[in-house]
């Protein structure tokens, strides 16, 4: 098992950057596919970036191509997305997501953080 804690949420004006961090607990941090989803209010979780387990592949979403970039650092068994030019759309509840290696990078995740609210104002 995995348990994962995100941070670096916040409020942010529109164009601006927020860096999000999710640290993971346990020794076989290399064997899991991390992943960053969203949840704005009345919308469904979406898959915003993901990245595999030894960090040579990544995903991202049409809707942050560009703008988001997802990496990890296996040494310290954390990852980080970092987001520039934000927009109001945005805005969501932003969660750190695992699953084991060895079924591509999209969902399902199996293991979830508590979630971190970013809010970027127009």
């Known amino acids: 098992q995995v348990q994962l804690v995100e941070s670096g949420g916040g409020l942010v004006q529109a164009g601006g950057s927020l860096r999000l961090s999710c640290a993971a607990s346990?020794?076989?941090?290399?064997?899991?596919?991390m992943g960053w989803f969203r949840q704005a209010p009345g919308k469904e979780r979406e898959l915003v970036s993901a990245i595999s387990s030894g960090g040579g592949s990544t995903y991202s979403a049409d809707s942050v191509q560009g703008r988001f970039t997802i990496s990890r650092d296996n040494a310290k068994n954390t990852i980080s997305l970092q987001m520039n030019s934000l927009k109001p759309e945005d805005t969501a509840v932003y969660y750190c997501?695992?699953?084991?290696w060895g079924n591509g990078l999209g969902p399902p995740y199996d293991y979830w953080g508590q979630g971190t609210q970013v809010t970027v104002s127009s």
């Open positions: 997501a695992a699953k084991l």
């Open positions: 346990g020794r076989t941090f290399i064997q899991y596919v």
